[in-house]
């Protein structure tokens, strides 16, 4: 569906933005992949990048320019959106809540040549649209590991019919190149990255490795956000859970996987709604 929304300014600072000192990123690269990401260089997103290069355990590789992930896209300027259409680019998945998507619109081209699908994925009445409103009423107990434990969890229980769905998109060619996305591209989207990656037989070493790279991703587009926190007394420590990528949730997500569903395809099976027509197609697409 096209998207003529408009995203809102964001608010003007009324002093000198001074840089923040977040929590040291540990960024190590691997055997399959390098340290730098398959950034698309968009001026409107931080976080855009390929989920292909890959290895996988039997020796084959995530194909390139198929599937990505990435951050909102309604910063996209018109130069952007050329660049998506040059790509060839057909959807965009956009997970965001209903909030998030109606405040800041994605931002695509107007022909109808990229489809865009929205699949709300919001844990309990946690909504990222409303954050800051929580923290200036003094809620602060969620800026903690252990809600976006239980948050990653309810991720994975309760949106199986989302990622199905995105899922079932990528397994047909005629949908790719695809990106799927969240606002910071980092927790909804970086669990439908990992189902995806776990589906093609990448190592749980590697995902870490692609869920890390949104901390170096997103590191400068967080400093204003860092400094918004910090007029609320909030330091970067305490801010971190939120605003980074931190490996615990993800950790726990995986435990929780294996405890509860045995493998990534018995939890798609059950609970994503594929086939294994399905899974078969998207090894099959995906992989060379």
């Known amino acids: 569906m096209a998207n003529e929304g408009v995203s809102s300014a964001p608010a003007m600072m009324t002093r000198p933005l001074q840089r923040i000192r977040m929590p040291p990123i540990v960024m190590t690269g691997s055997a399959s992949h390098p340290l730098c990401p398959q950034r698309l260089p968009l001026s409107g997103t931080a976080n855009f990048r390929d989920l292909g290069g890959y290895r996988t355990g039997d020796g084959r590789q995530v194909r390139r320019g198929l599937v990505f992930r990435s951050d909102h896209l309604s910063r996209l300027t018109a130069v952007d959106q050329q660049m998506l259409q040059r790509l060839r680019f057909k959807v965009v998945c956009d997970l965001r809540t209903v909030q998030e998507q109606q405040r800041h619109p994605d931002q695509l081209p107007q022909d109808g040549s990229i489809r865009l699908f929205l699949l709300p994925v919001q844990a309990g009445s946690f909504d990222p649209a409303l954050a800051m409103d929580r923290l200036r009423s003094g809620e602060r ?120 569903y045995g493998t990534v395809d018995n939890y798609l099976l059950s609970k994503a709604g594929l086939d294994e027509a399905t899974l078969a197609a998207l090894r099959a697409n995906l992989l060379e």
């Open 141 to 260: 107990d969620w800026l903690s590991l252990d809600f976006f434990i239980s948050v990653y969890r309810q991720y994975l229980d309760d949106f199986g019919p989302v990622w199905g769905r995105i899922l079932r998109l990528i397994a047909a060619p005629a949908n790719l190149p695809l990106v799927f996305h969240c606002t910071g591209g980092k927790d909804r989207t970086g669990i439908c990255a990992t189902l995806l990656l776990l589906t093609l037989g990448v190592c749980e070493a590697d995902i870490f490795l692609d869920h890390d790279h949104s901390n170096a991703c997103n590191a400068e587009r967080l400093q204003p956000i860092y400094a918004r926190f910090a007029d609320l007394g909030i330091g970067p420590e305490q801010a971190a859970p939120y605003l980074q990528a931190p490996r615990e949730p993800l950790a726990a997500m995986l435990t929780h996987l294996r405890t509860s």
